[in-house]
């Protein structure tokens, strides 16, 4: 089964298309422009004196004209392409939500780049993206071809520096190299116009235009509420492991393999607090959940591990903290490790367990062991108490396990696989 739901990320954006107008009298314009307002004025903002494509358009409107075809971002990747802009790059690549990457497209013998973003719940390709803007340079794209337009009668080639000030007012930040000046205009992060001017020429070379944002009425897909395959083949432990450095956990009377399924942990008798939890989470991303049970609760990341956005209680919980610091219940480790055992007796176990670890005691009260793999995917930390004023002395105060790693996952996905198999 499956639902709809409100984007996971409500940016808002505009997507407008223009007709395929031809911007005539290019060296008029440029003289209107750089006319249009003399040295103790105002700029003049509005755009309305100038005529053509983009004549009622200001620059934060992330709008330009190439070669009598107006592109205003940010605008689907399937509108891109059929204005006439064919990929050179592989669209079928997939991207994650809220993921971005950069894609080379030609029209004619010329070239651009286009910033390409997913604003979806689920992994897509690129061709079911957005296009969020494009960089035109002197190097793919000489200034000299074509017509490119920007609002208010910024024309590539043309313009100079006075010309875009004297537009569009003063820049966010001005840059200067030894070949070139950048200016830049921004209205948000990741929403910019950046234009690069020859020293040479003094006119506008290079044009970066985005707006990474989701477009108005963008539909972000849906939420499978199927259970994955991966979730109904997890395995709970019946009992601890005696090895310590293990990524298993008992909270309470139950016994976890970290990460754990949240909907395991619900069948526990752990309730889902609606209010206080997201509904879904997208593909390959993360989203809050928190969990109550008899007056105990702890919030904590569920990750999702599939290519699609699931239900919230499809979610693995990647990391568990039980202490009295934290959930305050009873809890132990694999190993024997419980809250409040005497420091020198947990001290005694990692000695004849021969485990590795960090300890970081340069703090007088707390003291932090972690096991942990290099790329710290995967560690257990234990936190104990040495100053005696408020928790037990000399004891074990906190106890947690991380791992983020795909569960069961070997090579060529054997482990789950089977695992599906053995339940039927």
Same mark, same amino acid.
């Given at each position: 089964m499956?639902?709809?739901l409100?984007a996971a990320?409500l940016?808002?954006g505009v997507?407008a298309?223009?007709g395929?107008?031809v911007?005539?009298?290019?060296e008029?314009v440029?003289?209107?422009?750089?006319?249009a307002v003399?040295?103790d004025?105002?700029p003049?903002?509005?755009g309305? &004196? *100038? +005529?053509g494509?983009?004549?009622s358009?200001k620059?934060s /409107? =992330?709008?330009?004209?190439? %070669?009598?075809?107006?592109?205003k971002f940010?605008?689907l990747?399937?509108?891109?392409?059929?204005l006439?802009?064919e990929?050179?790059?592989?669209?079928?690549?997939?991207?994650?939500?809220?993921?971005y990457s950069?894609?080379?497209f030609?029209?004619?013998?010329?070239?651009l780049?286009a910033?390409?973003a997913n604003?979806?719940?689920n992994t897509?390709? &690129? *061709? +079911?993206?957005?296009?969020?803007g494009v960089?035109i340079d /002197? =190097?793919y794209?000489?200034? %000299?071809?074509?017509?490119?337009?920007?609002p208010?009668?910024?024309i590539r080639?043309v313009?100079t520096?006075?010309?875009v000030?004297?537009a569009y007012?003063e820049?966010?930040?001005?840059y200067?190299?030894?070949?070139?000046?950048?200016?830049?205009?921004?209205?948000?992060?990741?929403?910019?116009l950046?234009?690069?001017f020859?020293?040479?020429?003094?006119?506008?070379?290079?044009i970066d235009?985005?707006?990474i944002?989701?477009?108005?009425n963008?539909?972000a897909?849906?939420v499978s509420?199927?259970v994955?395959v991966l979730?109904?083949?997890?395995?709970?432990p019946e009992s601890?492991s005696?090895?310590?450095?293990?990524y298993?956990?008992r909270?309470q009377d139950?016994?976890?393999?970290v990460p754990?399924?949240v909907?395991v942990?619900v069948?526990?008798g752990w309730?889902?607090?609606?209010?206080?939890?997201?509904?879904?989470i997208?593909?390959k991303?993360?989203a809050?959940?928190?969990?109550?049970?008899?007056g105990?609760?702890?919030r904590?990341?569920?990750r999702?591990?599939?290519d699609n956005?699931?239900?919230?209680?499809n979610?693995w919980?990647?990391?568990?903290e039980?202490?009295?610091?934290?959930?305050?219940?009873?809890?132990e480790?694999?190993?024997?490790?419980?809250?409040g055992?005497?420091?020198?007796d947990?001290?005694k176990?990692?000695e004849?367990?021969?485990l590795?670890?960090?300890?970081?005691d340069?703090d007088?009260?707390?003291?932090?062991y972690?096991f942990?793999k290099?790329?710290?995917?995967?560690y257990?930390?234990?936190i104990?108490?040495?100053n005696?004023s408020?928790?037990?002395e000399d004891?074990?105060?906190?106890?947690?396990?991380d791992n983020?790693?795909?569960?069961?996952e070997?090579?060529?996905?054997?482990?789950?696989?089977?695992a599906a198999e053995?339940k039927?």
């Amino acid at each position: 089964m499956k639902k709809k739901l409100i984007a996971a990320m409500l940016i808002s954006g505009v997507l407008a298309l223009a007709g395929n107008a031809v911007y005539a009298e290019s060296e008029e314009v440029h003289s209107k422009t750089a006319s249009a307002v003399s040295e103790d004025a105002e700029p003049d903002v509005s755009g309305e &004196a *100038d +005529e053509g494509p983009l004549s009622s358009l200001k620059w934060s /409107d =992330y709008a330009i004209s190439i %070669d009598g075809t107006v592109l205003k971002f940010p605008m689907l990747s399937s509108d891109f392409e059929a204005l006439g802009f064919e990929a050179e790059d592989d669209m079928s690549t997939t991207l994650q939500p809220m993921q971005y990457s950069w894609f080379y497209f030609k029209k004619g013998d010329k070239r651009l780049s286009a910033t390409i973003a997913n604003f979806a719940n689920n992994t897509l390709p &690129a *061709d +079911e993206c957005v296009v969020c803007g494009v960089t035109i340079d /002197d =190097y793919y794209w000489p200034a %000299d071809e074509g017509e490119i337009l920007l609002p208010q009668g910024i024309i590539r080639g043309v313009s100079t520096i006075e010309d875009v000030e004297a537009a569009y007012g003063e820049p966010s930040d001005i840059y200067e190299g030894d070949t070139y000046t950048k200016l830049t205009y921004e209205t948000d992060i990741y929403e910019d116009l950046e234009m690069e001017f020859d020293l040479e020429t003094g006119t506008l070379g290079e044009i970066d235009i985005c707006k990474i944002a989701e477009p108005e009425n963008f539909d972000a897909g849906e939420v499978s509420e199927e259970v994955p395959v991966l979730v109904s083949s997890y395995r709970k432990p019946e009992s601890l492991s005696d090895k310590l450095g293990t990524y298993e956990i008992r909270v309470q009377d139950a016994v976890y393999d970290v990460p754990v399924p949240v909907s395991v942990l619900v069948a526990d008798g752990w309730e889902i607090s609606a209010d206080k939890s997201d509904e879904f989470i997208p593909a390959k991303s993360s989203a809050w959940v928190t969990l109550q049970k008899g007056g105990k609760n702890f919030r904590s990341l569920a990750r999702n591990f599939e290519d699609n956005a699931v239900t919230i209680d499809n979610g693995w919980i990647t990391s568990i903290e039980v202490g009295l610091q934290s959930l305050d219940v009873d809890a132990e480790l694999a190993g024997g490790v419980t809250i409040g055992m005497k420091a020198e007796d947990f001290e005694k176990l990692l000695e004849d367990a021969g485990l590795e670890y960090e300890l970081n005691d340069e703090d007088d009260s707390f003291h932090y062991y972690n096991f942990a793999k290099e790329d710290w995917d995967q560690y257990i930390q234990v936190i104990t108490y040495h100053n005696g004023s408020t928790y037990p002395e000399d004891a074990v105060l906190t106890i947690s396990v991380d791992n983020s790693e795909i569960p069961g996952e070997t090579e060529g996905g054997e482990a789950v696989e089977s695992a599906a198999e053995e339940k039927g």
